[in-house]
C-alpha cells in the first residue's frame, strides 16, 4: 500500500487515538477487569478510526475520479488492438514491394532489351555518332533453283535517307553483271550492268523508264524497307523519321540458346522482329517478310536483224515487269542471320550474313572492309 500526502494526516491520528488507549488499557489490568463493559465500549471507537484509516490509505483522494475518466490516450494493451485494426485497412497507395514486383509493359521489356543490345554493340553515343557507313564484301546467292553464283557486294548508307546496293555477280566467259538497288530521299530506282565478256545477253529487268505510277510506289516502298531492315539490323538506332515501334514478343529457345523477341512496326505497313542472344545481347537473327527475287540470264540468244532484237528485248521486258507486278502475291518468311562481330571504330559490326528461306540458305555474305562514317557524296545516290 502506497501513503501519500493527503491519506498521511489520516494515519497519523488512528496512531494519536488508539495507541494511547490500548496502552493504558494494559497498564491497569484490574480496572478493566471491574469495569469490562466500560473497557469494551472504550475499545470500540479505537477500532472504528482504525478501520476508517486503513480504508483512507487504500483509497486516497483523488483516485475513484481518475478511474471514472480514462485517459484519451489508448494504454500499451490497447496499443496493439489500434494498430491490428489499421491493418486491416488497405493503403490507398501502393507499398513499395507492390511497385518492385509490377510487371513492366511490352514497350518497358522492348526498351530494356534495345538498351542493353545498343550498350553490347558500343553503347548509344557511338551509335548515334554515326552519319555514314559502307560495308563490302564477297557474296554467294542462288540466282535459280539449283544454281549458285559468287561475286561481290556493297551497301552504302549516308543518313537520314541514302541507301545504295550493288551486287556483282560473275557469269560465264568473264562477264559480270552489277545490280543496283538504291534509295535516295523519296525517290528510288534500280538499275543494271553488264560488263566484260563476249557471251549474247538479255538481262530481264525492267527499266526505270516503263514502270507505272504503281510500279513506281512500289519500288520506292521495297527499297525503303530494305534500307530499314539493314540499318536497323547493324545499327539498331534507326533515324526517328523512320517512326518505328518496338514491342516485346517475349522469349524463345534458339538453335545457341534462349534469346529475347522483338517486334518492329513502321509506316507503309513495315513489319521485321528481332533476336537478341540473352548472354551477349546482340542481334543474331530477323524475320521479314519478302520477295526472293531470281535473275534469269538467256544465253545464246541472237537476232539476225535490229527488228528482231528489238522484238526479243521488248517481249523480255515485258515478261520480267509481270514477274514484278506479280511478285507480292508471292512474298515469303525471310530469316537474315548475324554472326562474327567484330568492333570497327568502337562499334561491333557482323562480318558474316546469311538469308534463308525455310531454313535453306540462298544468299551468303562475307564482309572484308567496312568503314564507319566515310565521305560518301550525296551524288553518288542519283542515278
Known sequence: MKLTAQSGWRFALMLFLFVPGAWGHVRQPEETMKASTQGRYRILPMLSLLVCGGWACAHPPGQQQSTQQPSAQPTSAQQPLAQSASTQQPSAQPTSAQQTFSPPTSNERAQEVLRAARTALGGEEKLR????????????????????????????????????RTETLSLFAGAEISFLTCLNGHEAWEDSRASGGSANMNIMRPPQARRSKDQQEELLKKNRAEFTRNLLALLLTPPSSLQLQFASAGEAQAQDGRVDVLDVTGPDGFTARLFFDQKTHLPVMMNYRGVVFRVTINRGVRASSKEEAEKLGEAARQKSTDASANASRQETEIQMRFSDYRAVEGILLPRHITRAVDGKAIEEWNLKTIKVNPALKPQSFRK
Open 129 to 164: 555518332s554515326v552519319r555514314s557507313l559502307s560495308l563490302a564484301g564477297e557474296m554467294r546467292r542462288e540466282t535459280q533453283p539449283g544454281n549458285t553464283q559468287s561475286g561481290e557486294i556493297k551497301l552504302e548508307f549516308l543518313l537520314p535517307n541514302k541507301f545504295l
